[in-house]
């Protein structure tokens, strides 16, 4: 059995993308072009098509002229704006491709050629991204916590004490008003509780705490949700450093 492509035995095909880019600031115009990009292949290429893939912007407008025998490609446009791009593809009987690429543009002193088929293979992942793409999916689960769960809690103590409807409990020993501030506070951290705590703990532990005393424990809820971090700030500054985490991890994948 025979394999053919247009006319012609294969014992070997390849494919090999190309893609021209304008990575400069100026544009290209079609007057600036002295000797058009030509692309030369090795007569060993054995090149027998070539196919444009492409363009970007899809009006870019260019062409390309094979010309087989003398294994030359030439690419024409009328415009090349920075960052337009042309793809195509070559088709040989060989798996090993060589060329070499001419043009004479003003403004472009050289044409720059990349390899980019190896870039990828074999490059390891930095073993940081492991740990650090775990704890960015620790920190957006806190940040999630944050809001859905501190946050409103937070909302609600703060609107009450706004709006003159925030009650002190009628507690029976000191241990009970601990407890108490541990758990309706539990939105700040307990170094941000510290202080309302040692208003407590220097009272003394009568039944009628909240009526002999209550201007004093008032103001150290104030103060204390005066000095506490919001939840929302937290989870904002929280979320921000999950995304440089994951910022990293993806730039390295």
């Not at 492509?5 to 544009?27: H, M, Q, W």
């Not at 030359?72 to 195509?88: A, R, S, T, V």
């Not at 403004?107 to 980019?116: A, H, M, Q, S």
């Not at 241990?175 to 941000?192: G, R």
Request: charged letters at 20%; zero cysteines.
């Amino acid at each position: 059995m025979t394999i053919t492509y247009a006319g012609e035995a294969l014992d070997e095909l390849s494919k090999t993308s190309f893609s021209v880019i304008n990575t400069g600031r100026t544009p290209i115009l079609k007057k600036d072009v002295a000797s058009p990009i030509t692309v030369k292949f090795a007569k060993e290429a054995n090149v027998i098509d070539v196919k444009l893939d492409g363009m970007q912007p899809k009006d870019l407008g260019a062409t390309l002229k094979f010309n087989k025998e003398d294994g030359e490609l030439i690419l024409e446009f009328p415009l090349f704006n920075p960052g337009d791009k042309m793809d195509f593809s070559v088709l040989a009987k060989t798996s090993n491709v060589q060329f070499d690429s001419v043009g004479r543009i003003a403004g472009v002193p050289t044409l720059v050629v990349k390899d980019v088929s190896q870039e990828r293979v074999g490059k390891s992942r930095p073993f940081a991204t492991y740990p650090v793409s775990f704890f960015s999916l620790l920190l957006i689960i806190a940040s999630l916590s944050l809001l859905l769960s501190e946050y409103p809690a937070e909302i609600r103590i703060k609107s009450q004490i706004k709006n003159g409807v925030f009650e002190l409990p009628s507690l029976k020993s000191k241990v009970e008003w601990l407890a108490w501030i541990n758990s309706t506070f539990s939105f700040t951290t307990t170094n941000e509780r510290k202080s309302l705590l040692q208003i407590i703990g220097n009272l003394p532990d009568v039944e009628n705490l909240a009526i002999l005393h209550r201007e004093e424990i008032r103001n150290g809820i104030q103060r204390l949700l005066g000095q506490a971090l919001s939840n929302l700030k937290a989870a904002v500054i929280v979320f921000l450093i999950a995304a440089i985490g994951g910022w990293y991890v993806f730039s390295n994948i």
